[in-house]
C-alpha cells in the first residue's frame, strides 16, 4: 500500500500527459478538418488556368520519348547589337517613355486597323523565350463581326455571374472605383480581338503528348512582349482574363482540348472620347531592391 501510495502521483502525471496528448491530437485534426472544409474563396483562380506542366504524361515505360528537338541542336555565331552607353541610356530612356504611356482602354474605336500591323506584333509575340523552346502558344485573332459578338455573349453572361455571386464584395467594390463592370461594348466595336491560348501540352507525329515546361510562365511572358508592340504601333487594349469563359470559348473557336485561354485581348485605335482612370504608377525605388 505504501508503495501504491508513493506511486500515485506518479501515475497522475502520467495520465495528465496522456490526456493532454490526446486533447491536442484531436484538437490538431479539428482544425485541420475545418481548414479543409473551408475552401478559401479565390474565383480568379480558374481551373481552365493551372499550368498542367506538372501533370504525368502518358509513356510508354522504359521508352525515350523524342520531344521534337534535334538530339544534338547546332550552335551558330551570334553577334549583338552594341550601343555606347550614353545611346544605351537614351534609348533605354526612349522606350520607359513610350512604353509608360500604356494604358487599359475600354473604349475603342471601330476604325479599321492594318491587318500586317497585327501579323507583325504576333509575330513579335513569337520570339518569346520559352522553357526547352517548345513556343507553347496560340494568338487566335478574330475580325469576323459575328464570332465576336458571340465571345462577348460569352463573357457577359459569366461576368455577370461573377460580379454578382463570385467575386465578393471586396474585389467588386475595388473594380468599382475603375468604373468597370460585365458590360464589354469593346468586344463588338474593337477591329480585332486576339485570344492568346496556353498550349498545355504539345502533340508528336506518333500520337503521344509532347510535354510543355513552364507553358503558362512562357506564355505569360509572351503576352507581355505582345503588349509592347502594339504600344509601339500605336494600338491599344484592355488585358481581359475572362474568368469560367474558357472551355465555351475554345469550343467556339474549334481550338483542339491542349489549349487553355490565358488572356483577351480586344484591339484597336481609342475612341476620340475615351477616358482612363487617373492612376500613378509605383517610383522607382518601390519596385527595385538593389544588393
Not at 219 to 232: E, H, M, R
Amino acid at each position: 500500500m505504501a508503495l501504491f501510495s508513493s506511486l500515485t502521483p506518479v501515475f497522475i502525471a502520467i495520465i495528465c500527459v496522456l490526456i493532454g496528448v490526446i486533447m491536442k491530437k484531436t484538437n490538431g485534426e479539428k482544425e485541420k478538418h475545418d481548414t479543409n472544409s473551408k475552401h478559401p474563396s479565390r474565383p480568379w483562380v480558374d481551373e481552365d488556368l493551372k499550368d498542367g506542366t506538372d501533370h504525368p504524361l502518358q509513356e510508354e515505360e522504359g521508352e525515350e520519348e523524342w520531344q521534337g528537338l534535334e538530339e544534338n541542336v547546332a550552335h551558330v555565331p551570334f553577334t549583338g547589337e552594341r550601343y555606347s552607353e550614353a545611346e544605351m541610356i537614351e534609348r533605354s530612356q526612349a522606350f520607359y517613355e513610350l512604353l509608360s504611356k500604356r494604358r487599359s482602354v475600354r473604349f475603342l474605336s471601330d476604325e479599321p486597323v492594318p491587318r500586317e500591323v497585327i501579323d507583325n506584333v504576333i509575330r513579335t509575340a513569337g520570339t518569346s523565350p520559352s522553357g526547352a523552346h517548345t513556343e507553347p502558344w496560340t494568338f487566335v485573332v478574330v475580325q469576323d463581326p459575328y464570332l465576336k459578338h458571340k465571345i462577348r455573349e460569352i463573357v457577359e453572361e459569366e461576368e455577370e455571374i461573377n460580379y454578382k455571386k463570385r467575386m465578393g464584395d471586396r474585389w467588386v467594390n475595388d473594380l468599382k472605383r475603375l468604373r468597370t463592370n460585365w458590360i464589354k461594348e469593346y468586344l463588338d466595336t474593337a477591329p480585332y480581338l486576339i485570344l492568346i491560348f496556353k498550349q498545355v501540352y504539345g502533340c508528336l507525329p506518333n500520337g503521344k503528348k509532347k510535354t510543355h515546361y513552364y507553358n503558362e510562365i512562357s506564355v505569360s511572358i509572351a503576352c507581355g512582349i505582345l503588349l509592347a508592340a502594339l504600344q509601339n504601333a500605336g494600338l491599344y487594349t484592355v488585358t481581359s482574363t475572362p474568368l469560367n469563359c474558357g472551355p465555351q470559348l475554345r469550343v467556339l473557336l474549334q481550338r483542339p482540348a491542349n489549349e487553355k485561354l490565358l488572356l483577351l485581348l480586344p484591339v484597336g485605335y481609342p475612341k476620340k472620347d475615351a477616358t482612363v482612370p487617373a492612376l500613378t504608377r509605383k517610383p522607382l525605388e518601390d519596385i527595385m531592391v538593389v544588393m
